[in-house]
């Protein structure tokens, strides 16, 4: 099992809709986990931190799930400018920060 | 600078020399990552350190590949006999714990010819 495994996409999603993706990881002693978002041929930035409670800022949620060893994004009325690659961010095991290879995001007008 | 940088932006260069690739960190963050990004695919992990040390080198693709930190600060990542497959973009990033958020610098984009 791959260390983060994300689904590649593209999803393509109407401008307004709401769309959700979720990662899994396989080190179940992970302890910090990120969303970062890539624009093309951009550097990935921080979008949001994940916390165990579950975390939200603004029209973005980030959801933890350690019994199935997963993490979640969902955005609300999503906008054009959402279009973008999210990469789920995981420590695994040394504290290696492990990205996962990004699940690409397409809003549709 | 408020954020990472690296330099240069840009290198082409032709198989067989030798690069060095450089990132300057945010100031106080102690942990510096190296990744390198082909087109269209995920971010390879290469190396990081915490400080000076590198305790994990194990993403290294060969011993041509090398790298160092000084003064916890800047770090140079170094590829000798550079070949084609080595073409891609270059990317650093710190923080100021193993397990904070990521800044990441520009990137150097590296073409060898």
């Known amino acids: 099992r791959k260390e983060v495994e994300q689904d590649p996409g593209p999803f393509n999603v109407p401008e307004g809709a709401t769309v959700a993706f979720n990662c899994t990881y396989s080190n179940s002693a992970s302890q910090s986990f990120f969303w970062y978002r890539q624009d093309c041929r951009k550097e990935p930035k921080l979008l949001m931190s994940?916390?165990?409670s579950g975390n939200e800022d603004g029209r973005f949620t980030a959801q933890l799930n350690r019994a199935s060893q997963y993490i979640s994004l969902l955005i609300r009325d999503s906008k054009l400018s959402d279009s973008a690659t999210y990469l789920c961010v995981v420590n695994g095991r040394d504290d290696k920060i492990i990205f996962g290879k990004g699940t690409r995001l397409h809003i549709l007008p | 600078g408020a954020g990472v940088s690296q330099s240069p932006s840009n290198k082409v260069t032709e198989k067989g020399k030798d690069v060095e690739l450089r990132c300057d960190p945010i100031s106080g963050h102690t942990a510096l990552y190296w990744y390198r990004q082909s087109l269209g695919q995920g971010l390879e992990f290469l190396i990081y350190?915490?400080?000076?040390?590198?305790?994990?080198k194990s993403g290294l693709p060969s011993d041509r590949f090398s790298a160092e930190r000084t003064g916890g600060s800047v770090s140079t990542l170094t590829i000798q006999r550079t070949q084609q497959e080595d073409s891609a973009v270059y990317l650093c990033?710190?923080?100021?714990?193993?397990?904070?958020?990521?800044?990441f610098g520009p990137g150097t984009r590296l073409t060898v010819t």
């Open positions: 994940v916390y165990s």
């Open positions: 350190f915490q400080g000076n040390s590198a305790p994990d």
């Open positions: 990033a710190s923080s100021l714990a193993l397990r904070g958020g990521w800044n």
